[in-house]
């Protein structure tokens, strides 16, 4: 199991960046699009349909929406076909960079990170040139108030589940993409609805960051990336302590 952190991960993810509840919005729909056209418009056998309604509902989408952003995956209806695209880099001071994408144009998505990347510091890289830093996983979050460690420990790997990080005042339960669906489902069973449930990704390789300005410049980039509607997620392998954080 994984023990106490010592360092505080910075995690980003694009509903927490986001501003305005239309680019929130946007992201969701596309999700809902491309989980449905890669598994079909059913939630009960399309795990991450499953997942992509959920996150949608938490943000009060109208059913109305859901429901022709799953036609359009399915083809029932005209819209844009849209594809995903993982774009890596490094940024200031080294730190790994990997972007999460759903475009309907791969030309104009690339050059829109590229000018982000090159005006903040960093270079895009090829395929390949940090994904090995980091690994797609189910991500499933709890605050501590659901119980003791060892109790959740054992339900979250009788569930399934790889791992699990204990935090001073949270559970982050990991799984394999292919087993998230089913931890989620079994862990809210027994402790309720999750905090946060996705995929996302861990890092293998982190970059520590000792001081405050080139965490401000990794952040920067990060945020201009994700200024493009068609980024969906940015994950940094960069590794600050608590001190740093806080100064963030």
Request: charged share 30%.
């Amino acid at each position: 199991m994984a023990g106490h952190s010592k360092w505080a991960n910075i995690k980003h993810r694009k509903a927490a960046q986001d501003k305005k509840r239309g680019k929130i919005f946007t992201r969701l729909i596309r999700e809902l699009m491309v989980a449905a056209k890669q598994g079909g418009g059913d939630p009960n056998s399309n795990p991450l349909l499953r997942l992509a309604l959920d996150n949608a509902k938490a943000e009060n989408m109208t059913k109305d929406t859901i429901d022709r952003a799953i036609k359009r995956g399915t083809g029932e209806i005209d819209g844009a076909d849209y594809v995903e695209a993982v774009y890596e880099g490094h940024g200031p001071s080294g730190v790994a960079l990997i972007c999460k994408s759903l475009t309907d144009n791969k030309t104009r998505t690339v050059a829109n990170v590229r000018f982000a990347f090159t005006k903040n510091g960093g270079n895009l890289g090829n395929n390949g040139s940090v994904a090995w830093m980091f690994e797609e996983k189910g991500l499933i979050e709890y605050t501590s108030e659901i119980g003791e460690e060892d109790a959740v420990m054992e339900a979250a790997i009788e569930a399934g589940a790889d791992d699990v990080e204990v935090n001073e005042d949270s559970y982050r339960i990991i799984t394999e993409v292919s087993d998230f669906a089913v931890v989620r489902d079994a862990l809210a069973e027994q402790f309720g609805k999750a905090e946060d449930a996705d995929l996302g990704y861990i890092v293998k390789t982190p970059a520590p960051v000792t001081d405050v300005e080139t965490a401000r410049k990794v952040l920067a980039l990060v945020e201009a990336v994700e200024e493009d509607d068609d980024i969906q997620s940015v994950t940094t392998n960069m590794e600050i302590s608590d001190e740093i954080a806080a100064q963030l």
